[in-house]
């Protein structure tokens, strides 16, 4: 079955310091991917997605994210930490092995960004 | 402006007091969902909805219901809530089967 690793449940970066966040998937087939990004008690907003265009995707807040196939990975960076991106990201893979391209999400990674 | 509108945004109860969640969305998107977020598990799908009078279980089924008599509208039932019920639950929708989805905002429930 499809599955979503995120590595680090917490992540603290300085501001103005690099932001990385790693995601794996499992699937050979490759899905389509996703990072959201979620604030404190608000839902989840869509971050940037990847679907089988061009392989380093932009997204919103100066967050970017590049597939790689042969590590079946999808990294989400940012070149600059600011104090307004502390929040929770998740990744999340759309199966498209599964009829209904379920959604299967990571366990998110909570960003820290230290002043 | 385009939302997927969840009520209660919280909720205190007793175990086994039969509760509902709402959920609406005014996109027209034939796919909806219920998740559940706990702490270290993520979102886990509960069930989703493929277009007007078709469900089906997601992975954490067992204790919920829901329906989708209407487009817009899929809410979740609790029909005898229990403590391990308490959790955050979102909704959300999608156009398409591969597209992004929109989340509401959340409904905080806890079950005493």
């Known amino acids: 079955a499809q599955s979503v690793t995120q590595l680090g449940s917490h992540v603290s970066v300085s501001e103005g310091a690099l932001v990385l966040l790693r995601c794996n998937y499992s699937s050979s087939v490759p899905p389509y991917l996703f990072w959201y990004v979620q604030y404190p008690n608000q839902g989840l907003q869509l971050l940037l997605k990847?679907?089988?265009?061009?392989?380093l995707v932009k997204g919103i807040n100066g967050f970017e994210a590049e597939f790689k196939k042969s590590e079946t990975s999808f990294h989400l960076t940012k070149p600059s930490a600011h104090m307004s991106d502390a929040a929770e990201y998740f990744c999340?893979?759309?199966?498209?092995?599964?009829?209904?391209?379920?959604?299967?999400f990571g366990t998110g990674t909570r960003l820290k960004v230290l002043a | 402006e385009a939302q997927v509108t969840q009520n209660p945004r919280y909720l205190i109860t007793v175990t086994g007091k039969k509760l509902t969640v709402t959920c609406s969305q005014n996109?027209?998107?034939?796919?909806m969902s219920w998740y559940r977020q706990d702490p270290g598990l993520g979102l886990r799908q509960i069930y989703y909805s493929m277009n007007v009078e078709v469900t089906d279980k997601g992975d954490v089924p067992e204790g919920y219901k829901v329906s989708r008599k209407e487009k817009r509208n899929f809410p979740l039932i609790l029909e005898s809530p229990s403590p391990n019920q308490t959790s955050l639950y979102f909704c959300a929708s999608r156009r398409d089967l591969w597209d992004e989805q929109f989340f509401g905002p959340g409904t905080r429930l806890t079950v005493l």
């Open positions: 990847y679907t089988s265009a061009a392989t």
């Open positions: 996109m027209n998107h034939e796919y």
């Open positions: 999340a893979v759309s199966d498209r092995n599964s009829g209904t391209y379920k959604y299967i």
